[in-house]
């Protein structure tokens, strides 16, 4: 694939203190990341990607580390364009938790073109009391193939996998919020708060479901900024902090 551009970002985040401390960024290729935010304990940082948008045959990667008791936000500058071509592209994220770590992976939409072809792949490894909240959403074409995948383990055993295919949705905004790493009773309150929060989301339709350790919420709506706020009002009622 004569052209194609990559692009990595490393980051590793602790625990200092009341606060989270980001020890190490590292990005290359066509991976940018912005220095780090104070978001109350936690600390929070926004990626980008050089470009107008993801080109065809594009690769990127992410490895990231949370030492015990950190508290890490990762989002995004702003939607991420597919475009289209022959090529498929492809998102790599790999995460470690230690103790007690709470990573929280919140994606601005996926928008694409016709003909774009693109795969997310998102694997997170936890330790005892670590959790991760995930946000992710895209509105994408009926030609297209947009692929995401999002596996969580914990002691060599997977305790969420998601994987769906955005197009099948065209032409409407499919969303989802994956929340692992807590246990049965913690599971049971957080649907309930779930689905009380989606009776107050306005023009989107909300499902949600219990997981051994983790809830799992898909929203569906034809705004992608309806969407958007669905998700933002479904963390909200976690209130995962």
């Known amino acids: 694939m004569s052209g194609a551009r990559t692009g990595s970002l490393h980051l590793a985040a602790s625990r200092a203190g009341t606060r989270t401390v980001l020890e190490r960024v590292r990005y290359d290729g066509i991976s940018r990341c912005s220095r780090a935010f104070r978001d109350g304990d936690a600390m929070r940082v926004v990626c980008s990607q050089?470009?107008?948008?993801?080109v065809r045959g594009d690769r990127v990667t992410t490895e990231g580390r949370l030492h015990a008791g950190a508290h890490?936000?990762?989002?995004?500058?702003?939607?991420?364009?597919?475009?289209?071509?022959?090529?498929?592209?492809?998102?790599?994220?790999t995460w470690r938790l230690d103790d007690g770590?709470?990573?929280?992976?919140?994606?601005?939409?996926l928008v694409g073109n016709p003909g774009a072809r693109y795969e997310a792949t998102t694997n997170v490894e936890l330790a005892t009391g670590a959790r991760v909240l995930s946000c992710e959403y895209a509105c994408v074409p009926a030609d297209s193939r947009v692929r995401l995948r999002t596996s969580v383990r914990r002691g060599g055993r997977e305790i969420l996998y998601d994987a769906y295919d955005a197009e099948s949705a065209a032409p409407f905004v499919t969303g989802t919020l994956a929340y692992a790493g807590i246990d049965a009773s913690r599971a049971a309150e957080a649907v309930a708060r779930l689905d009380a929060a989606s009776d107050a989301?306005?023009?989107?339709?909300?499902?949600?479901?219990?997981?051994?350790?983790?809830v799992l919420?898909?929203?569906l709506g034809t705004e992608v900024w309806q969407v958007r706020a669905a998700l933002l009002a479904l963390r909200a009622s976690l209130a995962t902090r």
Not at 74 to 90: D, I, K, N
Not at 208 to 214: D, I, K, N, R
């Open 50 to 54: 050089l470009g107008p948008g993801v």
């Open 217 to 219: 919420a898909r929203v």
């Open 101 to 109: 770590a709470f990573l929280e992976l919140l994606g601005e939409p």
């Open 72 to 93: 890490l936000i990762v989002t995004q500058q702003t939607a991420t364009r597919l475009l289209g071509g022959g090529a498929a592209s492809e998102a790599q994220a």
């Open 201 to 214: 989301c306005a023009g989107v339709r909300v499902g949600v479901g219990a997981l051994p350790e983790g």
